[in-house]
């Protein structure tokens, strides 16, 4: 008999759910409709609510005990009915956080009185309100509650009979059916309360992350969850982030790459083809972009495959490995400017050595006045090749830590206009030549021949790069730059003389710009170009403690700036160079030393030729078992750098026993390298190579002239 009425009582439960059910959904489209109209009739702020709401309830049927509430955006009541006026004008926060008046159903929400209604809502379109309707679940019930009752005592009549048949039969299984079910309720509660547990914890390990967590949609990347971290890091708030994709997230140049990633994950197998590792750039709600490493994993959340996402801020550790990369690649660079340099140097002294020897034997001959002139003119064409020469070995030495300098404190503008003339004449009539030298550029400390150089180096780069003609303008500024300067970087902090160069020529792209001052790089044609014009310019100012910055693009010329370090003293005034005079003769004694010896050849015959008497040597030692033999010397001439013994060490040696001695130094390496040996401009007497005859003698005889022995 229980088997006969289980069905039974089973299916008229089935029917009474049904019914409830249906006249709770007809009682919340109902109200959700009254919602709605309401919400229309709400077209201004003008119309009365409490008026409104009273024509809804004489238009609408709705169940007794419903209400009708009108809030502004704020959660202010601005009309309750049927009753209730007394709420109006008060803030009611609870009704503040309605849901989204978008949803098409009703809901189920708990009054105040602990009792459930069914809700509604709706917003006006004109103003922004938002209205509610409220049923109380009971009275959408009572509509179907006679048709439940006659279902209920209809089964329970049958339901009596079937347990009475069975009363006696059922007494022992009731007591077994009892222990039972008490045992399927506990289980069922610990294992509740286990998913609970596991449930809890995963939520808080999801919130407690340090690092910005999301739960993302995977086939439309819809953003369904973050935790705090995210909200923090992005300035998003919960709800915000759910109403993005993760695409939101990205900048537009970005979007492509991520899609391609998520093809690929779509396609992969296994957990390491569903995961993803990368840097990516996001935005944050302010618009700042910052460098993120994601770690992304592809799971199934309710059945669905979701991306578990955790970014990681690597701006600054990205910004630092972009510095040490670029602080490496100076490094190189500066290592390989200093190999060359050094090569070029090297190169340089011993062409200077050649070109002595040539430019002095071409000035003895050409002194000869019974020369034919036939052969004089082929003396002086071999002169001038030798000049140019000299002018090559002066620009590598310039290159490779420059020659001997003679800084002083020196008016750019000054340097300036005094080279215009020659710099018309030498970019051609086709270029136009333009100068705004600003007064207030200032004095800088520099060796003026090097400061004329950088100048006609980048006038000439400038005329090569406008073949077909253009404007070249040189013009002066003072410049104060301060720390981390966003318009001068890579420029030290402080006051600066900056002189710049531009041309309208056919510019460079940017990988040509990373090799113009690497020395010998040109792309120009060999025959006329040798690579060492933007490199000479880099060597001198980088020496002098300056930068220089490029600005070009091909089509639209290019700009050169050279920042000068800026001094506070007053330009020394530019002495115009006097008339050149024959050097005078005499007849005193000079121990010359010379290691090179086409070089000790013709210094030898050129102060023989003028009536002094000349003892040689090749090298230091030599030259100190020559000068116990004469005592009599008066002038020690010698090169600084020689194997064995530097020109310094056999001074000093020298003048122990003869302290009215006189020196005077050669040399044909760079500065740097001359210091390196003790001797300096500064103290010294000093004769750079190349040099003539007629230089060499004016040498020996201002120092032989001398008060005082020149110092060692």
């Given amino acids: 008999m229980c088997a006969v009425a289980a069905p039974f009582v089973l299916g008229t439960a089935l029917r009474v759910r049904e019914r409830v059910t249906a006249a709770r959904v007809e009682a919340g489209r109902r109200a959700l409709d009254v919602a709605g109209l309401v919400a229309a009739r709400l077209d201004d702020r003008a119309r009365d609510a409490g008026t409104v709401i009273a024509d809804a309830f004489r238009g609408a049927r709705l169940p007794d005990g419903a209400t009708i509430t009108i809030l502004d955006a704020q959660g202010v009541v601005l009309g309750h009915g049927p009753r209730g006026e007394e709420l109006v004008g008060r803030r009611m926060p609870n009704l503040a956080a309605l849901p989204d008046a978008g949803r098409r159903e009703a809901i189920e929400v708990v009054g105040s009185d602990g009792a459930p209604w069914l809700a509604a809502f709706a917003t006006a379109p004109a103003t922004g309100w938002r209205v509610r309707v409220a049923v109380p679940r009971r009275a959408a019930d009572a509509a179907v509650r006679g048709e439940v009752a006659r279902d209920v005592l209809l089964t329970a009549a049958a339901l009596a009979l079937a347990l009475g048949l069975a009363a006696v039969v059922g007494r022992r299984v009731v007591g077994s059916l009892d222990s039972t079910f008490d045992e399927m309720a506990a289980t069922i509660d610990a294992r509740t309360a286990a998913l609970r547990r596991i449930e809890q914890r995963y939520q808080l390990l999801f919130e407690a992350c340090p690092l910005p967590l999301f739960l993302s949609e995977f086939a439309t990347h819809r953003i369904l969850a973050v935790n705090d971290a995210a909200c923090a890091e992005y300035g998003y708030t919960r709800e915000e982030f759910t109403h993005l994709t993760l695409l939101d997230l990205r900048p537009a140049e970005e979007r492509l790459r991520f899609l391609a990633v998520s093809r690929a994950l779509t396609e992969a197998q296994g957990f390491r083809e569903r995961s993803s590792t990368g840097v990516w750039r996001h935005r944050h709600k302010d618009g700042s972009i910052a460098e993120v490493e994601v770690f992304t994993v592809i799971t199934e959340f309710e059945g669905q495959p979701v991306r578990l996402s955790v970014s990681l801020d690597v701006t600054a550790r990205r910004r630092a490995e972009r510095a040490l990369q670029e602080s490496q690649d100076q490094l190189r660079r500066a290592q390989k400017m200093e190999a060359l340099g050094r090569f070029a140097g090297g190169i340089a002294h011993d062409f200077n050595n050649l070109l002595t020897g040539i430019l002095g034997y071409c000035d003895l001959a050409l002194s000869d006045e019974g020369l034919p002139s036939e052969t004089r003119e082929d003396f002086s064409a071999i002169r001038d090749a030798a000049q140019r020469a000299a002018g090559l070995t002066g620009r590598i030495l310039a290159f490779s830590r420059g020659r001997v300098m003679q800084p002083v404190a020196l008016d750019v503008n000054d340097v300036v206009e005094g080279l215009q003339p020659m710099l018309g004449r030498m970019i051609g009539e086709h270029i136009r030549l333009e100068s705004d030298l600003s007064p207030s550029a200032g004095t800088v400390l520099a060796d003026s021949g090097q400061v004329e150089q950088v100048v006609l180096n980048l006038a000439l780069n400038a005329r090569d790069a406008m073949p077909d003609g253009g404007v070249l303008s040189i013009s002066t500024s003072d410049v104060h730059v301060e720390h981390d300067d966003a318009h001068h970087p890579d420029v030290p902090p402080g006051r600066w003389t900056v002189l710049e160069v531009r041309d309208t020529g056919v510019g460079m792209d940017a990988e040509t710009q990373t090799h113009i001052f690497e020395p010998f790089f040109t792309t120009k044609d060999r025959a006329r170009g040798t690579g060492l ?35 506070d003293e007053p330009a020394e005034e530019r002495r115009t160079p006097p008339a050149p005079q024959l050097a005078v003769g005499g007849d005193e004694t000079i121990l010359l030393v010379e290691d090179e010896e086409a070089v000790r050849a013709i210094a030898r015959e050129t102060l023989i030729r003028r009536g002094y008497r000349v003892i040689t040597a090749a090298d230091g030692p030599s030259a100190i078992e020559v000068a116990r033999r004469h005592p009599e010397i008066d002038l020690l001439l010698t090169d600084v750098v020689m194997p064995g013994m530097s020109g310094r060490e056999l001074a000093e040696l020298l003048a122990r026993d003869r302290h009215a001695l006189k020196v005077l130094f050669m040399t044909g390496y760079t500065e740097d390298e001359v210091l390196h040996r003790g001797v300096s401009s500064d103290d010294v007497a000093l004769l750079a190579k190349p040099f003539t005859p007629d230089t060499l003698c004016a040498e020996v005889r201002a120092v032989l002239d001398a008060e005082q022995p020149s110092a060692v």
Avoid at 535 to 557: E, F, K, L, M, N
Wanted: no cysteine; proline share 6%.
């Fill in 533 to 567: 014009g933007l490199a000479t310019v880099y060597a001198i100012v980088q020496q002098g403690g300056g930068a220089v910055r490029v600005w070009s693009a091909p089509g639209a010329g290019s700009r050169f700036a050279v920042y000068l370090p800026r001094v």
